[in-house]
């Protein structure tokens, strides 16, 4: 069994940064992907970013290219989102989650995913 655990949420001034963190507890196994998603009070949970285990390509929302950027330690199997020029929009609870190896696997869209971290609020105010 996979568990995440992501930490470094809070509360920050617009313009300001926050870096979110998802260790994963189990190393045996194989992921296609390891991705961002947030998911504002009455809203749906909406992708943010991800990075492909193997390769290490990313993909980002439009709405926060150029601001969050996604990286990777595979030594301790933790993926970061570095957030800079947070906005208040950006408010919302935060969740990593991993995508397993299967044909036709885009890893842009909650439902494929497999594992899932608790989340961690981020509180942007203006």
């Known amino acids: 069994q996979v568990q995440l655990v992501e930490s470094g949420g809070g509360l920050v001034q617009a313009g300001g940064s926050l870096r979110l963190s998802c260790a994963a507890s189990?190393?045996?196994?194989?992921?296609?992907?390891r991705g961002w998603f947030r998911q504002a009070p009455g809203k749906e949970r909406e992708f943010v970013a991800h990075?492909?285990?193997?390769?290490?390509?990313?993909n980002y929302a439009d709405s926060v290219k150029g601001r969050f950027t996604i990286s990777r330690d595979n030594a301790k199997n933790t993926v970061y989102l570095q957030m800079n020029s947070l906005k208040p929009e950006d408010t919302a609870v935060y969740y990593c989650?991993?995508?397993?190896?299967?044909?036709?696997?885009?890893?842009?869209?909650?439902?494929?995913?497999?594992?899932w971290g608790q989340g961690t609020q981020v509180t942007v105010s203006s």
């Open positions: 990075i492909k285990w193997s390769g290490g390509s990313k």
């Open positions: 189990a190393r045996t196994f194989s992921s296609y992907a």
């Open positions: 989650a991993v995508a397993l190896p299967r044909p036709g696997v885009a890893a842009m869209e909650a439902r494929e995913y497999d594992y």
